[in-house]
């Protein structure tokens, strides 16, 4: 049963992509809640007895009910906060405003309803030093998560490299791999993703930021 919350477009980005917006703080107790909602809506619902819809969305109501009654009380305004604060906009909230979801970073199976659409020239990934031999030899792989993470700028690759240490951004081809049949989704908050890059659609020259 799909809900269709989601209002991605063939045409071009989602309605409601925009640019991550890091200079935003969030308080701690934010912080922590907003990590917390990102672990039930990506991987474990059933840990606060919440359970997604194929399209990973959740009522709202239920959402609050469970927090609650598992110690995390949290007025709807607040959600809304941290919602609209979240730095990568990691959470959506629906037309109706009635359910909420995570964007994108899954690992229990949803359908985002997203659909293929052309990637820019140039995508750029980040991850550290210690991966690259691996990566040299199989191309990035998804790992844990339903797809490979990409980013449209060097700069936000460079925060995600920096996550496991001094960061390294690799360049990926788009182009030449969309021209080669290979998919590309765009999420509400403006992570790109692919089944996977093969090494030779990498760049691994001047990789540091
Ligand atoms: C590496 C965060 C060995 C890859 C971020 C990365 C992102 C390989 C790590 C989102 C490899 C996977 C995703 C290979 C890839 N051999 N290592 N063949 N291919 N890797 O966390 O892209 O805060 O699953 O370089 O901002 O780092 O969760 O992926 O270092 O958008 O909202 O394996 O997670 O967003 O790590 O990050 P991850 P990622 P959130």
């Known amino acids: 049963m799909r809900r269709g919350h989601g209002a991605t477009t063939a045409q071009g980005l989602p309605p409601n992509a925009q640019k991550p917006r890091y200079r935003q703080v969030l308080t701690n107790r934010h912080l922590s809640l907003s990590k917390f909602l990102s672990f039930v809506l990506r991987h474990r619902p059933e840990e606060i007895g ?29 959600l809304d906060e941290i ?9 959506a909230i629906s037309a109706d405003g009635t359910a909420i979801r995570a964007n994108q970073g899954h690992s229990v199976h949803v359908e985002l309803g997203l659909s293929p659409i052309a990637p820019p020239a140039v995508l750029f990934h980040g991850t550290v030093e210690r991966f690259l031999p691996a990566i040299r030899r199989e191309g990035l792989v998804k790992g844990e998560r339903h797809h ?13 490299g920096r996550r496991r240490g001094d960061p390294l951004v690799l360049e990926v081809d788009a182009r030449r791999m969309s021209e080669a049949g290979f998919e590309f989704f765009c999420t509400e908050n403006r992570v790109w993703l692919t089944d996977r890059v093969p090494p030779e659609y990498l760049t691994f020259g001047a990789t540091t930021g």
């Open 148 to 160: 490979v993470h990409l980013s449209d700028s060097r700069a936000l690759a460079l925060l995600v």
């Open 50 to 78: 919440l359970k997604l819809d194929d399209g990973g969305w959740v009522p709202i109501v239920e959402l609050l009910t469970a927090l609650d009654e598992h110690g995390r009380k949290l007025a709807r305004t607040e």
């Open 83 to 91: 919602v609209a604060s979240s730095d990568k906009q990691r959470f």
